[in-house]
C-alpha cells in the first residue's frame, strides 16, 4: 500500500509556470509507475503524464507535450510535474497515481487554476 499526497498547486495567469509535488509512503517507491491525472469541473478524469520506475522512459497526453515535464526522485519518494506555458483550459484538480502491477492508489488532489 501507498499514500499520496500533492502539493504546489494555486493560482495563476496564462503563461505562467507551476510545478506540482507528489510525496509518497512506503519503502517500495521505485517499483512504481507514477502519474498525474487531472479533473476539470463537469469533465472525466484524464491522463496528464507518466513516469517509469527508473525515470528513463515518460509519457504525456497530447494537450501537454512540450509544456509539462515529469520527474521523480526515488530517494525523495517524490514525482513531480513541471508545468509551463499554462493554459486556461489547464484548470483542473491534478491527481497523482501509483501503478504497481495494476493496483492503483490515488492522492486527493491539489487544484490548479490558470487565468486568462
Known amino acids: 500500500q501507498v499514500q499520496l499526497v500533492e502539493s504546489g498547486g494555486g493560482l495563476v495567469q496564462a503563461g505562467d509556470s507551476l510545478r506540482l509535488s507528489c510525496a509518497a509512503s512506503g519503502r517500495t517507491f521505485s517499483s512504481y509507475v507514477m502519474g498525474w491525472f487531472r479533473q476539470a469541473p463537469g469533465k472525466e478524469r484524464e491522463f496528464v503524464a507518466a513516469?517509469?520506475?527508473?525515470?528513463?522512459?515518460?509519457y504525456y497526453a497530447d494537450s501537454v507535450q512540450g509544456r509539462f515535464t515529469i520527474s521523480r526522485r526515488n530517494a525523495k519518494n517524490t514525482v513531480y510535474l513541471q508545468m509551463n506555458s499554462l493554459k486556461p483550459e489547464d484548470t483542473a484538480v491534478y491527481y497523482c497515481?501509483?501503478?504497481?502491477?495494476?493496483?492503483?492508489?490515488w492522492g486527493k488532489g491539489t487544484l490548479v487554476t490558470v487565468s486568462s
Open positions: 513516469i517509469s520506475w527508473g525515470g528513463g522512459t515518460t
Open positions: 497515481n501509483a501503478n504497481h502491477y495494476g493496483m492503483n492508489y
